[in-house]
């Protein structure tokens, strides 16, 4: 089957699916994007990533062109055309076409885009063995600079740390804050088990509030898990018993190493993914049985 793209209106082919070098996304990185994971056809917490979507709009000034049904519809909509039913979903919106120039009243109408591409799992080594971090002497973007609650088309301070994971062989970066303390992966939020305790460092040390983060958050306390979200250093780390990261692609990911400490796959992460594969399948059978759906 080919392969389509939502652009603006409608679905197109992909090799059509062009945007122009005017487009204050390509110009400036002004913009916001949100990727979610479909399983057998229900794209998982989508009001959750829609609102977070609509959180970074308001936080750019930035209207999305379309209500939430009509992002929903699109959606599923991209998901029929490519018969997709286990995929990986961007959805992406620009300050669009406009002249050079900061001024975001340059651009007339947003560019929307949806990208959907079939779910292509991890190997399966990577969750039995974990991957391996290193901490990036990039730091994170100060919050007070560039608040990370804006999901934006603007990663290049992640993509300096992952390239310095990529130079030391490693998967994925932790950077730290300007104060030196744990913030979160590059596209993923960090835990670690210290002491019995499940400890994520907390919102307030600029990191994006994942989804998964929030969920898994949710499930440790169900069962009992003590936790604690706070401020940590790389020692915490390093002294770690377990260590795991999470996001919407990878859900829960073991970490074996993290620059020169080992770590094995602990029963936490463990447990915390079995509950998180649990809730996943909920989710789907509950939306599916909602009756006549957008899916079907
Ligand atoms: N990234 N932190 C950062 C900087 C991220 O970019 C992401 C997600 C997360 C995890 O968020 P969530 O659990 O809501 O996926 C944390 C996605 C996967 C991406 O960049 O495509």
Redesign the pocket.
């Known amino acids: 089957m080919g392969h389509f793209v939502y652009l603006n209106d409608g679905v197109v082919p992909a090799a059509e699916a062009k945007v122009s070098v005017f487009d204050h996304g390509f110009l400036y990185g002004d913009g916001i994007y949100e990727?979610m994971r479909v399983y057998d056809g229900v794209v998982f917490l989508l009001d959750e990533h829609l609102q977070r979507l609509c959180r970074s709009a308001s936080l750019i000034g930035l209207d999305v062109p379309k209500d939430i049904p009509g992002i929903k519809r699109a959606l599923y909509e991209t998901l029929r055309a490519n018969g997709l039913r286990n995929a990986y979903v961007?959805l992406t919106v620009s300050r669009g076409y406009g002249q050079i120039g900061l001024d975001p009243g340059l651009c007339k109408e947003p560019t929307f885009v949806i990208i959907a591409n079939e779910f292509k799992p991890y190997p399966s080594a990577l969750y039995e063995n974990g991957i391996s971090l290193i901490i990036a002497s990039t730091r994170r973007n100060l919050k007070e600079a560039l608040d990370p609650q804006i999901?934006s088309l603007n990663f290049l301070n992640?993509i300096l740390a992952k390239i310095e994971a990529q130079r030391a062989d490693a998967y994925e970066a932790v950077l730290l804050n300007a104060a030196g303390h744990l913030t979160?992966?590059?596209?993923?939020?960090l835990f670690f088990v210290k002491e019995g305790v499940l400890c994520t460092p907390a919102v307030e040390c600029g990191?994006?509030d994942?989804?998964?983060?929030a969920l898994v958050v949710g499930l440790a306390v169900r069962s009992g898990i003590e936790l604690r979200e706070g401020e940590f250093l790389p020692g915490d780390l390093y002294g770690a018993s377990e260590v795991f990261v999470?996001?919407?692609?990878m859900e829960i990911m073991p970490v074996s190493r993290v620059d020169a400490a080992r770590f094995t796959v602990g029963h936490v992460a463990g447990l915390l993914h079995t509950q998180y594969r649990h809730e996943v399948n909920g989710y789907v059978s509950e939306k599916k049985g909602e009756g006549p759906s957008l899916w079907q």
Do not use: A, D
């Open positions: 990727t961007r999901k992640n979160e992966g590059t596209i993923s939020n990191i994006l994942g989804i998964t983060r999470t996001n919407t692609t």
